[in-house]
């Protein structure tokens, strides 16, 4: 078992910037990728960016790439998701998630963590 703490959501204004972390517990030896996905109010949830354990491959989806960052500290457990320049359809609960397999294949994560909500005001 793994368990995921997200942290650093809030409210933002349009422009801002915020820093989101997931902390990892349990059983962290195994070598997951991580990713991030959110949800916005009657949408479906999507990966917004991924990392492997090596932190090597990336992945963005078009509407974050070049505003948000992701990366990963091994030795503390923890992912993060950096996000730049963030617009009002940024908003969403963002979720952060670990899979043992491939980090585009979002049928592959194993273990999500509670969520956190990011808020950008226009």
């Known amino acids: 078992q793994v368990q995921l703490v997200e942290s650093g959501g809030g409210l933002v204004q349009a422009g801002g910037s915020l820093r989101l972390s997931c902390a990892a517990s349990g059983r962290t030896s195994r070598r997951y990728g991580a990713g991030w996905f959110r949800q916005a109010p009657g949408k479906e949830r999507e990966l917004v960016a991924a990392i492997s354990w090596s932190g090597v491959i990336t992945y963005y989806a078009d509407s974050v790439k070049g505003r948000f960052t992701i990366s990963r500290d091994n030795a503390k457990n923890t992912v993060y998701l950096r996000m730049n320049s963030l617009k009002p359809e940024d908003t969403a609960v963002y979720y952060c998630?670990?899979?043992?397999?491939?980090?585009?294949?979002?049928?592959?994560?194993?273990?999500w963590g509670q969520g956190t909500q990011v808020t950008v005001s226009s």
């Open positions: 998630a670990v899979t043992p397999g491939i980090i585009t294949d979002t049928r592959a994560y194993e273990y």
